[in-house]
């Protein structure tokens, strides 16, 4: 599975944002997809993940009930709406793919995209 996120950009407080991850390989629709960021000088930290039927979702406990993942398996893409961004939300966001179905364990993930950036103006 090869991944590509887009959509980032710079966003003032309480704006919103929509990253989307296109996958390329067949075995898009059977893995558990997720959404990690990195802020600089801080360890990666997992978002949110879907599995690959897109019934069970996973968020972290700092953006639950503002961002929201979903999946398009038709079109081999992964979303993540991003509503009511804070500064801390600041940080490059990598989308990735795992076969377990559900984790939130960076190193479970076998497939990453190349990040996109997301900077969030007070």
């Known amino acids: 599975v090869q991944l590509q996120a887009s959509g980032g950009g710079l966003v003032q407080a309480g704006g919103s944002l929509r990253l989307s991850c296109a996958a390329s390989g067949r075995t898009f629709s059977s893995v558990t997809m997720g959404w990690f960021r990195q802020a600089a000088g801080k360890e990666r930290e997992f978002v949110a993940s879907?599995?690959?039927?897109?019934?069970?979702?996973d968020y972290a406990d700092s953006v639950k009930g503002r961002f929201t993942i979903s999946r398009d398996n038709a079109k081999n893409t992964v979303y993540l709406q991003m509503n009511s961004l804070k500064p801390e939300d600041t940080a490059v966001y990598y989308c990735?793919?795992?076969?377990?179905?559900?984790?939130?364990?960076?190193?479970?993930?076998?497939?990453w995209g190349q990040g996109t950036q997301v900077t969030v103006s007070s």
């Open positions: 879907i599995n690959w039927r897109g019934v069970s979702t």
């Open positions: 990735a793919a795992t076969a377990y179905s559900t984790s939130r364990t960076a190193g479970r993930y076998d497939y």
